[in-house]
Nanobody
Framework: QVQLVESGGGLVQAGGSLRLSCAASGRTISSYVMGWYRQPPGKEREFVAAISAISWSGSSTYYRDSVKGRFTISRDSAKNTVYLQMNSLKPEDTAAYYC?????????????????WGQGTQVTVSS
């Protein structure tokens, strides 16, 4: 079992930045694909970013088009933590953000692929 706890959400003005953290426990997450999803008010959960399991060549990252160039996903193996650095935030980024983990080899763009989820952290961007 993997337990995930998100933190770092809050209220920020448009153009500002936040860094979300996802602390994992129970197992080391270096062999897991880690994803960030978000759920805007009244909408379905949507993919934001993912980072592949660590391999000899490092990790690959993936983003939804609307956050490319603004968001960066990264992991710290020593801390068993994944981060989402969010810059140039826009009101449309307002959502509950969730961290998730899945085994390598699954489609990391699909919410059903993930086995473990955190409780979420709210991000609100004011205009």
């Amino acid at each position: 079992q993997v337990q995930l706890v998100e933190s770092g959400g809050g209220l920020v003005q448009a153009g500002g930045s936040l860094r979300l953290s996802c602390a994992a426990s129970g197992r080391t997450i270096s062999s897991y694909v880690m994803g960030w999803y978000r759920q805007p008010p009244g909408k379905e959960r949507e993919f934001v970013a993912a980072i592949s399991a660590i391999s000899w060549s490092g990790s690959s990252t993936y983003y939804r088009d609307s956050v490319k160039g603004r968001f960066t996903i990264s992991r710290d193996s020593a801390k068993n933590t994944v981060y989402l650095q969010m810059n140039s935030l826009k009101p449309e980024d307002t959502a509950a953000y969730y961290c998730a983990a899945t085994r390598a080899g699954r489609n990391h763009y699909v919410v059903e692929s993930y086995d473990y989820w955190g409780q979420g952290t709210q991000v609100t961007v004011s205009s």
